[in-house]
């Protein structure tokens, strides 16, 4: 039975521009077979008669629990895209859930972004909107879009609401840390730690510290990618489902005006997110996710380019761990776009954003609500240099990095023995050993963690504090590894030291007891080893066996960059561009 208008359809051509023409527009079999399968899904002939395409690209999973509410926000965007004359068509994406996946999201990562890249290609889509939240989900997003550059949007899940224990406001991950450090040391009961279990995560949304997620969540929105007010307004909050009806309304227009991400996320653009980042105190997984989005867009960008970006922004976002709010205030006091307003000149203000105006259009009407969560620059929370600062020396030749404003200050330059761990699981063996041979100078260093080491460069630079030292009230130190630290913890934690030591960074060849010197202002970090004995090691040094045989292990062991150029996989850095692939019809 034919439920229409033969006309309608099917034969309705046009010339629009749109890529899904290419198999929505087509008279002969391909289109049939485009069209007909629509049709099989329940969609009438009205939905492709020309109209843009919009992709949603979903990251819901129940095992990624940050996004468990986006089933409900793609509902909303779906409104928004066919009040503007859209036709969506909503699809599932590789889903990272931080809390689960072993040995590490950031395994994934750059299989997520190589999965949406493609599928973004493949499909009849003239606008892609993409929902994210949990911390890998949002680079990876951007690395995609950055590579297919097709017309997009992102919008991310927003923070969870705040935790509250007993009485007391408590932030993912920041007063895990804490707790976990204060039961360790007895100060805490079973019971009442079990009790935190449940009053930490109260809602959806992703955690609600400065950690990996709402960082990501202020870059995207600070490169142009998202709505303005999108990155810090609670998941939970009813302006959310309403921005998500924007998203989807704008992305029908970008698709039309053919804006996309390269024209968007430009080395302006990069800059402004580098700038935001060291005022709202970002998680240092920034710098790596900043790298790999730069090398997608084929904007050059060094570690030495972010530091020298960062270092004179002073910190004005008073959020956990480097303050003392949480998104919830972030996002009453006006979000990004007020921090951005307060940072003035320091940003490009003609970068282009997804609105189709600039940042500085975005931002100027923001008003700061609250100037204790939003500083102003002649009032910061901590000053310029408190960020992520990068270093160099005989130890970290190609560079590493350390978040000043998460470190005890008075180890921010310090000299002390080394005690080395080829394993993480070989620290963990001994740290509450009451014998441990460790003081408040020793510098503690794990390695094996890098990207092609672990392998996936897991967030365990923020090794917990020996047993013994905890006994003592020490509850910082120096610690080295190659590894990354989760954006809500804190300590003196040199990470992310390149070369890795599974490929013979010079870390391969430290040894307990040589003396270590770390200077942050100085940007230095070294061994105090002459070249003559370091070269003496590297003759006697044995590369460890690669880790996995097969699948994706494996490719991603052969082919992933150092931590220094976003360790993403050699094959996936650049674009291919959106233009359809040959028809198998
Ligand atoms: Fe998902 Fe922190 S666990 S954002």
Redesign the pocket.
Known sequence: MNTENPRRGAQNLGSTGLRSREWLGDGGKNGFIARHHLRQAGFSGRQFDGRPVIGIANTWSEL?P?NIHLRGLAEAVRRGIQQAGGFALEFPVLSL???FMRPTTMLYRNMMAMELEELCRANPLDAVVVLT???KTTPAALMALASVDIPSIVLTGGPMLNGRFRGRVVG??TDIWRMTEAHRAGLVSDAEFTEFESCLNRSPG??MTM???STMASLTEALGMQLPGAAALPAVDSRRMVLAENTGARAVALATEGLRPSEIMTREAIENALVVNAACGGSTNAVLHMLAIAGRLGVPLTLEEIDEVSRDIPLLADIMPSGRFLMEEFAYAGGVPALMAELGDLLHRDAITVTGGTIGDNVKDARNDDPETIRSLSNPVLPAGSGTAVLHGNLAPDGAVIKVSAADSSLLRHRGPALVFDRLEDYHAVMNDPELDVSSDTVLIVRGCGPRGYPGMPEVGNLPIPQKLLDQGILDMVRISDARMSGTAFGACVLHVAPESAVGGPLAFVRTGDIIELDVAGRTLDMLVTDEELAKRRRGWVAPAAPSGRGWTRMYTEHVTQANTGVDLDFLIGSSGNAPGRSPF
């Open positions: 990624t940050c859930g931080e809390p939240g949990c911390d993912s991950g992703h955690c950690g990996t997620a």
